[in-house]
């Protein structure tokens, strides 16, 4: 398919997939430091940002996130920061938190999507944002006030996205994953994914952020992730990834950036890309992977974002009072706990009365904290939210 004019068919099926076309969109492009003149280096194309400049950047951030947008679609795919914590405390609290759940769980996650699990593989915690918030309101809060991951999310996704999480530890031996593309269409088998037209399958990648929080070191014999610079842009590539020509290309062509405790990377979903292996015989390999929605997708996981706030409020409450966060951590931590969009609701029972939307579940957390509403009063507000946007 010509892939510098719009497309004649919508359809397309496996047969399609051209390895060619796919080589030379990987092969021939690099990334043009100039491009980006607020990174701080470029490693195996790789648009590399320095965590302490975006947060002293205050109100410019913006440039920034120009920057990491046109990264996303248009360059490499992919980006990673460093120092995206500045605080390694605060990583290691959390990380506490991740062993005394998987303690809880008996230390193994099940169903990897695209690798194995087991006492030697990849340790699992699904919906860790949830359990995490529910274990340790005061480290969540802590870890998800971040306001580099609002600068990234909303960069790629607008406000109002959704935060999801789950924790991997590729331990000693663990095999590396096979190569795909994740969320929303990744997770179809190819039989289904050509039922939809290709604008809706290259839509779908703007309606997700990939990200890894590395919470240990992440030397290049542990495995950090594998990533095929500029593959997302192949159109086909939500059908291309399960054929072995592609896999093979993947393999002999794929580059792994090394990270520290408290770095990130964040990267297009429709990029190539999969775990590495852990070929080290006493390193235990550990990453909170984020996986981030659009406030106009469905998250893969569930999330029950009134537990969560109910559960934060009286730490949120405490913190907003004693004037501990800023304006910024205060958008963070409200976004990433509640959900910000007031659809789909029950226009019947909950109309928007004095404007376009609803009230919705961030926007009343926010009020309330800022009326120092006291805790059974914002429940019973969360409640009759609740209430009013059942059919």
Known sequence: MDLHSPPRLSFFSKANCDIEAFAKICASQTTNKADYPLADDIIDNVVIFDGDAMRSAGSNVGAFQDEIAHALQYGPGVIAIKRFYDNAAVIDEMSEVFEKILGAEKGFGAGDHFGKTGPQANGRIWNVFQKSAEADPETFVDYYKNPLLTCVSEAWLGPHYQVTA??????????AQVSHRDYH????????????????????????LQGAVAHTDMPLESGPTKLLPFSQQYPLGYIAYHQKAFQDFFESHYIQVPLEKGDAVFFNPALFHAAGANVTDDFHRSANLLQISS??????????????????????????????????????IATAAADGYAFPTNLDTDPPIGGLAPESMEA???RALDENMDADTFEIALAQLKEKQRA
């Not at 924790?167 to 095999?175: K, S």
């Not at 997770?187 to 703007?206: C, D, I, W």
């Not at 998250?299 to 004037?323: F, H, N």
């Open 166 to 175: 789950q924790v991997n530890i590729v331990r000693p031996g663990g095999e």
């Open 295 to 332: 406030a106009f997708a469905k998250p893969m996981e569930t999330v029950d974002s009134a537990a969560i706030c109910r559960k934060l409020y009286p730490t949120l409450q405490s913190r907003w009072q004693e004037g501990s966060l800023s304006s910024a951590e205060k958008a963070a």
């Open 185 to 208: 269409l990744g997770f179809q088998v190819p039989e289904e994914t050509v039922r939809y037209p290709l604008h809706a399958q290259q839509m779908s990648a703007m309606l997700t």
């Open 364 to 366: 009343l957390l926010c």
